[in-house]
């Protein structure tokens, strides 16, 4: 499941958990997709510490303002 949120520039983003390396439940990240804009290449967030269903939760619980600071911190996927 992903979540929707629009940033500070009112670019809509989609956030959904994924798993770490080769799909395993630790070391996940929180991947923003660009909805307004498909040309932009996705950003990515990982967490270290904490595994795939705590980066659920993220996404789905935590308020958009903190969305927003993580797409702020995150990095180009490559």
Known sequence: ??????DENLVTW???A??????L???????FNCLSDPARRPRYVELSGSDEAKAEEMVHEYPEATLRQMLRESRELE
């Open 1 to 6: 499941m992903s979540a929707t949120f629009t």
């Open 14 to 16: 989609e956030a959904y």
């Open 25 to 31: 439940a630790t070391s996940p990240k929180v991947v």
């Open 18 to 23: 994924s798993g770490g390396r080769f799909g």
